[in-house]
């Protein structure tokens, strides 16, 4: 038992070799504040146990504080989970070329608002629109933010103070609480549902239109769920053709932005960008890290007047896409203008992987560890996309006595795995994994089997 007395200064501290290192490396103000936090700790675990810890138990407590402190918390983790777009695993990972592209913009200056034929002050806005509108043949693009942003802006800068007809079927909630009803009371549209749950016909949208003389007619994508049975709703076209004999726009929240056909992939069909522009929806949203697999941003696409009116919003400075987003979404699209995106961008090589290419992989896994088994199983797209879709794939499994702590355990390793149970195995499925994870991830794999 040794009591407070024992327990060194916070000066003496300062004059150990150790923490003279610490100060180099850190500097004094985080060194410092980290010993005093220890040395806090220390005498308040002391009303308890009456024991003061030795030396160099006391000293890794702080140099595990300055640790923390002057290291970032957003971290890359290993996705084993086969979830492609993983939401709470920062959705898609980007192409090489938009890597670079954020590079080459960020470590110095950039044109990001300087026109420079002009020699005089530009706009954010040209840089990935003009690909955006190429790509889509529309007449103007605007990027924002994310996607929750963009119908917040088309909602308040053209419905303030006006109803919005939905079908009642589509006043969804995504992840996150993103609610459309609760996002058009926040813009000041007023909500004006009509049908029922499971069906809503024409006449319900014709009726409204007499009775409310509404802004837009807006349709939302039931991305992450389905409705089956006895439903019916009326075809984006027919929406379209009602919505401009009253002469207002149908705006279509589409969410995943797909460019390229799920189908030849073996997945169901996600509507497309380019069937709700033909069926003649006059402003198409969706995010930039979805389907497109590009960076976090909100993308609005259309009518050159509607967007012009989003432009000129307040709200649009508010929730502006910056020099980041717009360098790795412009490296993004030129892929889909390429014709290459299903090879170059990540997740449409995870999506079109076959499955015999997987399953090399894991029977790989399987012979370089010496454990484990290959197991056929199912990966999902995720991220508000394809409900119910899955994709065949092929996973390496482990069998354990307690598979939980092996979960646990896998999210301590840098860079944490993120593995799931399946019939009460853990499985990696090499689909979501990058090719240049693979080691790090067999290594420690590995380190758990040897100190298990
Ligand atoms: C995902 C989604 C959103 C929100 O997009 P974020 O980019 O996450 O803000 C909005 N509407 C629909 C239909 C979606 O699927």
């Known amino acids: 038992m040794s009591s407070l007395r024992s327990l060194p200064s916070i000066d003496q501290l300062l004059q150990t070799p150790v923490v003279i290192s610490w100060i180099t490396e850190n500097g004094r103000p985080l060194t410092l504040e980290a010993l005093r936090q220890t040395l806090d700790e ?16 006391l000293l890794e407590s702080a140099h595990n504080i300055i640790q923390s402190w002057a290291s970032t918390s957003l971290q890359p983790v290993i996705n084993a989970t086969g979830v492609i777009l993983h939401t709470n695993l920062g959705r898609a990972p980007l192409c090489h070329s938009a890597i670079k592209a954020i590079q080459n913009v960020s470590q110095g200056y950039s044109n990001l608002e300087y026109d420079l034929p002009a020699g005089k002050r530009g706009s954010r806005s040209v840089h990935a629109e003009s690909f955006l509108t190429r790509l889509t043949h529309t007449e103007a693009a605007l990027v924002v933010n994310n996607n929750a942003g963009a119908v917040l802006l088309i909602l308040s800068a053209l419905a303030r103070r006006r109803s919005v007809i939905i079908a009642r079927s589509q006043l969804i909630e995504i992840g996150g609480g993103f609610r459309i009803p609760d996002v058009m009371k926040q813009s000041g549209a007023r909500l004006h549902e009509v049908g029922t749950t499971n069906r809503v016909h024409l006449s319900d949208f014709q009726t409204a239109i007499e009775d409310t003389s509404p ?28 919505a401009h004999q009253a002469g207002i726009p149908l705006v279509d929240d589409q969410g995943s932005g797909a460019l390229l056909d799920t189908v030849q992939f073996g997945l169901g069909h996600e509507p497309m960008v380019s069937e ?19 960076p976090q941003a909100g993308i609005i696409i259309g009518k050159a007047d509607l ?9 649009a400075r508010a929730i502006r896409a910056d020099k980041l987003c717009l360098a790795a979404l412009s490296a993004t699209l030129i892929h889909y203008l390429k014709d290459e995106a299903s090879v170059e961008i990540p997740i449409w090589r995870m999506i079109s992987m076959s499955v015999d290419t997987i399953r090399q992989r894991a029977q790989s896994w399987v012979d370089t560890l010496g454990v484990g088994e290959v197991v056929e199983s199912l990966s999902t797209v995720g991220g508000g996309s394809l409900p119910d879709e899955v994709l065949p794939t092929v996973v390496f499994a482990l069998s354990a006595h307690s598979p939980n702590s092996i979960l ?6 840098q860079p944490p795995i ?35």
């Not at 802004?215 to 009602?242: C, D, M, W």
């Not at 003649?280 to 979805?290: P, R």
């Open 42 to 57: 220390v005498r308040e675990e002391y009303r308890i146990s009456k024991d003061v810890p030795p030396l160099d138990e």
């Open 215 to 242: 802004a837009l007619i807006f349709h939302a994508h039931r991305s992450n769920f389905r409705i089956t049975g006895f439903t019916s709703e009326p075809t984006l076209s027919e929406l379209a053709e009602v």
């Open 276 to 294: 709700a522009l033909l069926s003649g929806a006059d402003l198409v949203c969706f995010s930039g890290d979805k389907l497109l697999g590009g």
């Open 307 to 315: 967007i012009a009116k989003l432009k000129k919003h307040p709200l």
């Open 408 to 413: 646990d355990r896998l999210r301590t390793f």
């Open 418 to 452: 993120i593995a799931r149970l399946e019939a009460d195995k853990v499985i990696f499925d090499p689909r979501t994994i990058m090719p240049e994870q693979e080691n790090v991830l067999l290594s420690s794999i590995r380190s758990i089997l040897t100190n298990n």
